[in-house]
């Protein structure tokens, strides 16, 4: 493996990783309304009485006497997902480095063709961080009605439009003559491309489900099981529109064909497994399948395309060579790849593990 193709798969690498991790944030975002209200849920004082697998007893209790509750002072989903909420961000800055740095041929193209949709992943993430931390300086119910409701759009709008993206790179963007491209409204609005938006954003809300049940009391975690179970057959269900339109010559153009059905099939095993796993209360192992399955568009994308990043509709593209910078830099910027992604592992190992656990009395409610 030489350093170009190193460095792609550290680019696809970080940003499968804020898939799963950014994604259970948007996905509690769009969900948080509907999964625990204020005042209204109860978390058990004991969180060892759930077994390691995250199996739930199904008399509606989790495995939880449910005798010594009491109430969250903020919601519990966004309780859920508070210690890691703007950590998750991280692997979102370091793959925009990487973009940058071992790749600013494709950068210079992508982000300037990819613009709306960028700006509009951008204004989701400001105006939901900013609208979960001020939630909890609301006065009254009808402006918590409105926080709630940014707080909504601002998990919904990233997460459709990452969906967006993944369809326009599946399906290949409309290249000039000088290499560059512009989208507009014509590409955007087509039924891959708005079918891989949807199945993207039902299956972060049904990753934030998973994950929403993995760290919740009984009664929350009940509700958010149940729903990422009919998150997860919509999204399943959804998924086979961009795949019939490809089978029709109508979606994805794939270079690497036998790679990318591999994957698809990976894809609905991993939605599979999920549906199974949440429909019988194994919340780790939900977590785990809705994981893959976030993990799984981003290796489709790389590994699909392959040699090329890029592609357009007719078949060509720009290849991992052409958007590479030179060996010499390629050599500079190993050498702090090796020390810095080693930093943000640990990083995130450490956050998980400090603040492991269902939260209530365990982790104070920070929202």
């Not at 625990?36 to 495995?63: E, I, K, L, P």
């Not at 210690?83 to 940058?100: I, R």
């Not at 090796?338 to 930093?343: G, N, Q």
Request: aromatic share 10%.
């Amino acid at each position: 493996m030489n350093l170009e193709t190193a460095w792609l798969a550290l680019l696809g690498l970080l940003l499968a990783g804020y898939f799963v991790l950014g994604g259970y944030d948007y996905g509690a975002q769009m969900l948080h309304p509907f999964l625990g209200r204020d005042g209204q849920d109860g978390q058990a004082s004991q969180d060892g009485q759930a077994s390691q697998d995250g199996h739930v007893s199904h008399d509606g209790h989790d495995g939880h006497d449910g005798h010594d509750e009491k109430p969250l002072r903020g919601n519990a989903a966004l309780d859920a997902i508070a210690p890691f909420f703007l950590g998750n961000e991280v692997w979102l800055v370091a793959f925009t480095g990487v973009l940058f740095g071992a790749f600013p041929h494709l950068e210079g193209t992508l982000l300037s063709g990819l613009y709306p949709l960028i700006v509009a992943i951008l204004a989701g993430l400001v105006l939901g961080n900013a609208a979960v931390q001020l939630r909890g300086r609301a006065r009254g119910a009808a402006s918590r009605r409105r926080w709630n409701a940014l707080i909504v759009l601002g998990g919904a709008l990233p997460a459709v439009c990452w969906g967006l993206v993944l369809g326009l790179l599946l399906h290949g963007v409309p290249r000039r003559a000088d290499g560059s491209f512009h989208i507009g409204p014509g590409e955007v609005l087509t039924p891959f491309v708005l079918g891989c938006g949807l199945t993207t954003a039902l299956l972060f809300a049904a990753h934030g489900a998973a994950f929403v049940a993995l760290r919740s009391g009984p009664d929350v975690a009940s509700r958010a099981r149940r729903s990422g179970a009919l998150l997860l057959r919509a999204t399943g269900a959804v998924a086979c529109l961009p795949l019939l339109l490809t089978l029709f010559g109508a979606g994805a153009s794939m270079n690497n064909r036998g790679t990318s059905a591999v994957l698809a099939v990976l894809f609905a095993a991993a939605l599979a497994g999920a549906w199974w796993s949440l429909a019988r209360g194994y919340h780790v192992r939900g977590f785990a399948g809705t994981s893959c399955a976030a993990v799984l568009p981003v290796l489709l994308v790389g590994a699909g395309h392959y040699p090329y990043v890029l592609t357009d509709a007719a078949g060509g593209g720009m290849t991992i060579g052409q958007a590479a910078t030179d060996g010499v830099t390629l050599k500079i910027l190993t050498a702090f790849g090796i020390v810095l992604v080693p930093v943000i592992l640990a990083y995130q190992t450490w956050s998980w593990w400090a603040f492991r656990g269902r939260t209530g009395r365990r982790h104070p409610s920070y929202f």
